[in-house]
């Protein structure tokens, strides 16, 4: 990379080792690099790397109003993201010689692909990158079509995914949560079946990421009733596939340290400092909430996806995504975060039993004598049957679960009780789909500062 134009800028030929590299490059932010993005798309080259990038990934992590284009070269295409699949594959095996991944076939639940300004090169989900780009040898152990995972109208999709998949032998399945149950609840409506096991006797595996997956376990278990049922998550992004979780029974994911990717981790007291300083891989601590930097093979150099983890384990190295750097509640000193809400949301379903479909989070100002608070937008699979006590259960278990909230909560001083708007099945669908944002990598975000998710979800609820 060195000949490239960031190479010439930042001296690349002059960096001997980590502590060099950190010093001659500042850590970044998409922002920050959009516009050399934006010229490689147009067709430039030797930009961020050697010669030009004829794929880029559409990031729609979460329904921020603009989308990220992260560049996808055959480098970073073979040695990270096919690489860690495999890998998964392996683990797969680890736990279970007797799976039969390649006698069967797995669910892909893909995004879509089109041109850029009808030129060359082509955008889309990561996921679809690479089911075009898969290797021959792989597609026959795929369902649905290649043509059908890549349609860019979701509702058509789930249309035909439901159709083609339901009469296959599916042993293994990936996807985000909420996209996921939107298909198996519509093959069961054309089934019939109680459950999809009994759709899909062969069913063993299921990978989730992208969202914690705590609120949706209770309802995954009603798909898949055989408690010799596994689940495993993946820490999978549009900027690189970092983190599998090895071990069904170990918290955390193991940490790819070998894939492709250059890891590196800010603190939280430097995460609103204007040139933060990280530490590496070997200096981290459990229990820490990191900010994770990564450099990759496709020209992103010590880049913040946005994303914090805190370690599980040092030796191995194990990760668990807790959040975003963008997106937590701290309006009145409680700093939550998400993986608070995921985790007290999960608990108090197992209490007072219901099954979460989405949710969101946001802020309830101080207004003359009143106190702030929050309020949780839900949609709900199986509603409480008395949804005020179930407000009440999952204000004391965010209490247990963060002593900042529970600070901020002591004699209703400072925050009032959480409140819950529960809205109809449908509404977060909807919203998402007013905001063209439909698709299986997206996500709904699960907190904010401000209430500019909540009002419009509450306008989509009232319209």
């Known amino acids: 990379m060195r000949g490239t134009e960031i190479g010439r800028q930042f001296h690349f030929s002059e960096i001997k080792d980590s502590s060099s590299y950190a010093e001659a490059v500042p850590i970044t932010d998409y922002e920050t690099i959009q516009p050399s993005i934006e010229r490689m798309m147009d067709g430039e080259k030797d930009v961020l790397v050697n010669g030009r990038v004829k794929w880029f990934a559409k990031s729609s992590g979460t329904t921020s109003a603009r989308s990220k284009y992260i560049p996808v070269t055959t480098e970073f295409l073979y040695g990270n993201l096919i690489r860690s699949h495999w890998d998964a594959t392996?683990?797969?095996?680890?736990?279970?010689?007797?799976?039969?991944?390649?006698?069967?076939k797995s669910l892909i639940m893909g995004g879509s692909l089109s041109p850029y300004k009808d030129t060359d090169v082509m955008v889309g989900d990561i996921s679809a990158i690479m089911i075009d780009r898969m290797p021959s040898v792989g597609k026959p152990f795929y369902s649905p079509c290649f043509e059908t995972a890549l349609l860019e109208d979701w509702e058509e999709k789930i249309e035909k995914m439901s159709e083609e998949c339901m009469k296959e032998e599916i042993?293994?399945?990936?996807?985000?949560?909420t996209w996921t149950i939107v298909l198996f609840d519509r093959i069961l409506e054309k089934t019939g079946k109680k459950n999809i096991h009994e759709v899909w006797p062969s069913m063993k595996y299921y990978f989730h990421g992208g969202v914690g997956f705590g609120p949706y376990k209770e309802q995954f278990q009603k798909y898949f009733p055989d408690p010799s049922f596994k689940y495993f998550e993946v820490y999978n992004a549009s900027e690189g596939y970092f983190a599998i979780q090895d071990d069904p029974e170990a918290e955390g994911m193991l940490l790819l340290t070998d894939n492709g990717i250059y890891y590196e981790f800010i603190p939280p007291d430097q995460w609103t400092v204007e040139q933060p300083q990280a530490i590496p891989l070997s200096e981290v601590k459990m229990g820490?909430?990191?900010?994770?930097?990564?450099?990759?093979?496709?020209?992103?150099?010590?880049?913040?996806?946005?994303d914090t983890?805190?370690?599980?384990?040092?030796?191995?190295?194990?990760?668990?995504?807790?959040?975003?750097?963008?997106?937590?509640?701290n309006v009145f000193g409680e700093e939550v975060m998400v993986g608070n809400t995921d985790a007290c949301l999960s608990v108090t379903c197992k209490e007072v039993p219901a099954l979460v479909r989405d949710y969101t989070v946001g802020p309830v100002y101080m207004e003359k004598k009143k106190q702030g608070g929050h309020i949780w937008l839900i949609e709900f699979e199986k509603a409480p049957e008395d949804l005020s006590y179930f407000a009440a259960r999952l204000d004391s278990n965010l209490r247990?679960?963060?002593s900042d909230y529970d600070a901020k909560r002591s004699k209703d001083i400072a925050l009032r009780p959480l409140q819950i708007q529960q809205v109809p099945k449908g509404t977060f669908h909807r919203w998402l789909k007013s905001r063209g944002k439909i698709g299986g990598q997206t996500k709904v975000p699960r907190l904010s500062n401000d209430r500019h998710y909540v009002e419009e979800l509450l306008a989509i609820r009232d319209c």
Do not use: W
Request: charged fraction near 15%; glycine fraction near 8%.
């Open 171 to 177: 042993v293994m399945c990936g996807g985000v949560p």
């Open 288 to 306: 820490v909430n990191y900010a994770i930097v990564i450099t990759n093979t496709a020209g992103l150099y010590r880049y913040t996806p946005g």
């Open 309 to 329: 983890v805190q370690f599980t384990s040092i030796s191995p190295y194990r990760i668990m995504v807790t959040g975003r750097t963008k997106h937590f509640i």
């Open 90 to 104: 392996s683990i797969i095996y680890q736990n279970d010689p007797e799976a039969e991944i390649f006698k069967k």
């Open 400 to 402: 247990k679960i963060n």
